[in-house]
C-alpha cells in the first residue's frame, strides 16, 4: 500500500513538472461543467503529455514485461525526444494497435484456476498511457463517490472504512454480495463507447482510437468482440466507465431522492459538500435506506433490512443484464446478515457484533473485521520462503543482509494494508 501512495505522489509531481497539471484541472472543471469535448486527441498529442506519459511508465516494473515485439522501455529510452513524440504523434494520426501477448496467471491459491491478462506492446502501451491522462480527469468528475478502485487519491483501505461505516454509524446490518460472472471478459465495446459519448467524450477519432484499443488482436486467439483485456493500462478507466452506471443507479433508489423534511447544508473541510444532514432527513421517511461501496468490479450494497436486501439482489441482478448484458455468479452472489455472518471484501472479512446499549435503549453494534482465511492462507507460504532465503542465503541470489531487508518490508506491508482490520493482532 506504501508503493501505491508514493506512485499517486509521482504522478502528481511528474504531470507539475511537464506543465500538464494545469491542463488536466480544466478538463476536469469543464467536465463538472457538463462541458462537451470534441479535440481531445490534439490534447493526447500534446509534447508535454507524452512526455508524462513515458515518466509515468518508466518506473513501473510492468515496462520491462516485454509484448509481441518483444521491446521493453529499453527499446523506447534509445529514442531521442524529438524522436519519441514524433513517433507517438504518427500512430495517432492513424492509430493500429499491434498484437496483444496473452500471459496466464494463477488466479487466488487455486493453481488450476488461471485468470487471462493481455500485455500490449511498450508502444501501445505509452500511447493508452498518454489517452488516460486526457480521459482520467474528464471520467473523474462524473464518477460517484462510492467507487474507489484503480482511482487517483483514493485506495483499497479508504473502501473499507466505508464499509465500516455503512456497518456501524450507520446500523446497515445486511448486505448483498453480488460477484460478476467474468466482468472483464464480457464488457460490451458498443454500450462502453456510448457510456463515453454520455460522459461528454464526443471526440470521434478518440472514440475510434479506443474502439481500435478494445479490438486489438491477441496472439494466437483472434480478435475479441466482447471484454476489456486486463493488463492494459487503459482498462481499468474503462471498467469504471461500465460499472459508474450502476452506482448512480443505486444511489437514485435512496441517497439522491429528494426530501420535503428541512435539512441544513454543511461543507466538509476538504470543500465537499457532507450529506450527513440530508441523509438523516432521509431516514425519516419510508424509504428503503441503501447504500453501496464498490472497488472495480466487486461491489457490496448495504441496507436495513433482510427484507430490503433480497428485493435489492434480485433488483441488482434483472440491472446488470438489461442494462449492462452482463450475469452474476449464483455461487458467490448471496445475502448475508452481518450479524451472524462475516462478509468478505478486499482481504478483510467482516461482521457486527453488540457492545453495550444506544441512547435509545437499543442494543449497539460495532465492527469486527479480520484478515480472511484465504489471505492467510496465500501470506504463510511467502513468509516461510522469505525465512528460508535469510537461513540458506549461499542457495538464494541475495545476501543474508538483502534477504532481511525483503522479508521486513513484506512483514511490513501485511502490517500497512490490515491495519484496519480490528483483530489484526489476533490473526498475525
Request: with cysteine; charged share 25%; glycine share 6%.
Amino acid at each position: 500500500m506504501a508503493t501505491g501512495k508514493a506512485q499517486k505522489k509521482d504522478k502528481l509531481r511528474h504531470a507539475e513538472y511537464y506543465d500538464f497539471q494545469e491542463i488536466q484541472d480544466k478538463l476536469y472543471a469543464d467536465s463538472s461543467k457538463g462541458k462537451v469535448f470534441k479535440h481531445l486527441v490534439e490534447i493526447i498529442a500534446l509534447p508535454e503529455n507524452i512526455r508524462l506519459a513515458y515518466r509515468n511508465i518508466k518506473k513501473n516494473h510492468g515496462s520491462m514485461t516485454p509484448g509481441t515485439d518483444g521491446k521493453t522501455i529499453t527499446e523506447l529510452a534509445t529514442l531521442s525526444d524529438e524522436q519519441l513524440i514524433s513517433s507517438v504523434q504518427h500512430k495517432l494520426d492513424w492509430y493500429v494497435p499491434q498484437s496483444v501477448r496473452r500471459v496466464e496467471i494463477p488466479k487466488g491459491n487455486d493453481p488450476t484456476k488461471k485468470r487471462p491478462l493481455g500485455i500490449p506492446t511498450i508502444m501501445d502501451r505509452l500511447i493508452q498511457q498518454c489517452v488516460l491522462q486526457v480521459m482520467e480527469p474528464i471520467c473523474e468528475a462524473k464518477f460517484h463517490d462510492h467507487s474507489y478502485g484503480f482511482r487517483p487519491n483514493r485506495n483499497q483501505q479508504h473502501a473499507i472504512a466505508q464499509v465500516h461505516k455503512d456497518m456501524q454509524r450507520s446500523n446497515l446490518h445486511y448486505v448483498v454480495d453480488i460477484d460478476i460472472k467474468g466482468f472483464f471478459d464480457n464488457v460490451n465495446h458498443g454500450k462502453l463507447l456510448k457510456q463515453l459519448w454520455t460522459m461528454g467524450i464526443h471526440d470521434k477519432k478518440l472514440l475510434c482510437i479506443l474502439s481500435a484499443m478494445l479490438k486489438a488482436e491477441v496472439a494466437g486467439i483472434g480478435f475479441p468482440e466482447v471484454g476489456t483485456p486486463q493488463g492494459g493500462i487503459i482498462s481499468p478507466l474503462l471498467s469504471n466507465v461500465v460499472l459508474n452506471e450502476l452506482d448512480w443507479w443505486l444511489a437514485s433508489q435512496w441517497e439522491e431522492i429528494p426530501t420535503e423534511f428541512p435539512y441544513k447544508e454543511t461543507v466538509n473541510p476538504n470543500g465537499s459538500v457532507s450529506k450527513s444532514h440530508k441523509f438523516s432527513a432521509l431516514r425519516r421517511t419510508k424509504l428503503k435506506e441503501v447504500t453501496c461501496v464498490r472497488y472495480a468490479d466487486d461491489f457490496k450494497i448495504f441496507t436495513n433490512s433482510y427484507q430490503n436486501a433480497v428485493k435489492l439482489f434480485h433488483a441488482t441482478k434483472s440491472w446488470l443484464h438489461e442494462r449492462l448484458a452482463l450475469e452474476i455468479s449464483p455461487e458467490k452472489s448471496k445475502v448475508i446478515n452481518l450479524k451472524e455472518q462475516y462478509s468478505e471484501f478486499l482481504g478483510f472479512k467482516l461482521k457486527v457484533i453488540p457492545r453495550g446499549k444506544r441512547s435509545d435503549g437499543r442494543t449497539k453494534y460495532v465492527v469486527e473485521s479480520h484478515i480472511r482465511e484465504k489471505s492467510i492462507v496465500k501470506i504463510k507460504p511467502n513468509l516461510k520462503r522469505l525465512i528460508y532465503d535469510i537461513e540458506f542465503p549461499s542457495q538464494g541470489k541475495r545476501t543474508e543482509y538483502q534477504a532481511i531487508c525483503r522479508y521486513n518490508v513484506y512483514v511490513m506491508g501485511i502490517h500497512d494494508y490490515y491495519q484496519l482490520a480490528t483483530k489484526v493482532c489476533d490473526d498475525l
